[in-house]
């Protein structure tokens, strides 16, 4: 019966040690994923608020076109031409990125 008891308070005495594979695995997952994402998301959202007109801009939908325009409360309508005389309108968050310089659009 002693040793029963004295198992029972030795696993007591240590619950950090429970706890610390959990507190490792947060930390390893924070800084490989939530952290890189968190700031990819601020570039993004800063890229978006500084679009202006004349900017080569990529959508979601894979268009490549050149913003003619802003329209709607706060401006969250953007008007791309896409060439050849299309003209069409997409929320601003539809906007990928800014087209790379590397890529030509005929």
């Known amino acids: 019966m002693d040793l029963l008891y004295a198992q029972g308070e030795t696993g007591a005495s240590m619950p950090l040690a429970t706890y610390l594979p959990f507190v490792l695995m947060f930390l390893i997952f924070y800084f490989i994923i939530i952290r ?3 700031t990819q998301r601020k570039k993004h959202e800063e890229q ?3 679009l202006k007109q004349g900017d080569k801009v990529l959508t979601r939908g894979g ?12 401006n969250n309508r953007v008007t791309i031409d896409a ?3 299309t003209k069409f309108n997409v929320d601003r968050s539809y906007v990928v990125g800014l ?8």
């Not at 087209?99 to 005929?106: A, L, P």
């Open 36 to 38: 890189p994402q968190s």
């Open 48 to 50: 978006l608020a500084n």
């Open 63 to 74: 268009i490549y076109g050149t913003i003619i325009g802003f329209q709607g409360k706060n």
């Open 83 to 85: 060439g050849s005389g």
């Open 99 to 106: 087209e790379d310089s590397k890529i030509e659009v005929k």
